[in-house]
């Protein structure tokens, strides 16, 4: 049987009378490329902030890494790393700057530093623009910077929020190519979230579908199909959410994210 890496065991979420995740479960499996879909205010953006320390849930059980969510918070941030929607680097920065920053928060021996950095920068093609300033950077080449960032301390998982927003085709299939190259070669586990139902498609192994705050489908691509007797993943993810157009919400969870983990460590 697979080792399970998270899981989400009755998770409630409640700000004051509204209840935005509704007792959801599920499991992931080391090494697998998980996506977690829905549309905006499903409940989306707050299960990836408990699962990542920004909030904690109203009662339930989160488990990353062996790490219980909510009680052991440093112990389970070491065992992740993300990439948010929004960007979070720091534009007057170079390349390797932004990446030592982050070798400190993390707290990584200074004499690792040198090595993982080039490393990870090879890893996404940027080693020969270390030197150079994010805001010369394209919307790709920072996307890539912030996977190289997020693999630094080595996580066992990868959080990735909507990656691909607003990258063109050529980029959005380099990234997911380092993607599946990571969780093959180095077993680490994905757990990614897109509004490009053609990218949950051909990545993802497992599929979780959230609607009005519960788990509503979750399957392969095939099972979900199957289910809904449709034959496209979209055509599967309509008839389960519905076509009405919801309402877009704000998302500061880089910025809310990057602080709080900054305040955490210089405590």
Request: charged residues 30%; hydrophobic residues 35%.
């Amino acid at each position: 049987m697979s080792e399970i890496i998270l899981s989400a065991k009755d998770v409630v979420k409640k700000f004051g009378n509204i209840t935005a995740v509704d007792g959801i479960s599920f499991d992931v499996k080391k090494g697998e490329i998980f996506a977690f879909l829905g549309p905006n205010g499903a409940g989306k953006s707050t299960t990836i902030k408990m699962l990542t320390t920004m909030l904690r849930p109203t009662s339930g059980l989160l488990k990353l890494a062996g790490h219980d969510v909510t009680t052991e918070r440093d112990s389970a941030r070491k065992s992740f790393g993300i990439v948010f929607q929004d960007p979070s680097l720091d534009e007057e920065l170079s390349a390797v700057e932004n990446m030592e920053l982050h070798a400190t928060l993390y707290r990584i021996p200074k004499k690792e530093q040198p090595q993982r950095i080039e490393e990870m920068l090879k890893l996404v093609e940027l080693w020969d623009r270390k030197g150079s300033l994010i805001k010369t950077f394209s919307g790709g080449m920072r996307r890539r910077l912030e996977i190289a960032r997020g693999l630094l301390h080595e996580p066992k998982v990868l959080f990735l929020d909507e990656p691909t927003l607003g990258l063109d085709t050529q980029t959005r299939n380099t990234m997911w190519r380092y993607v599946k190259k990571l969780s093959q070669e180095k077993g680490m586990t994905i757990f990614f979230t897109t509004h490009y139902l053609d990218e949950a498609e051909d990545v993802a192994e497992t599929i979780a579908i959230i609607d009005h705050g519960k788990i509503v489908a979750r399957g392969t691509t095939e099972e979900l199909c199957k289910q809904t007797e449709t034959k496209s993943l979209e055509e599967a993810y309509l008839k389960l959410t519905g076509k009405e157009i919801r309402e877009e919400s704000t998302n500061n969870d880089g910025l809310n994210f990057k602080m709080s983990l900054r305040n955490s460590r210089l405590r």
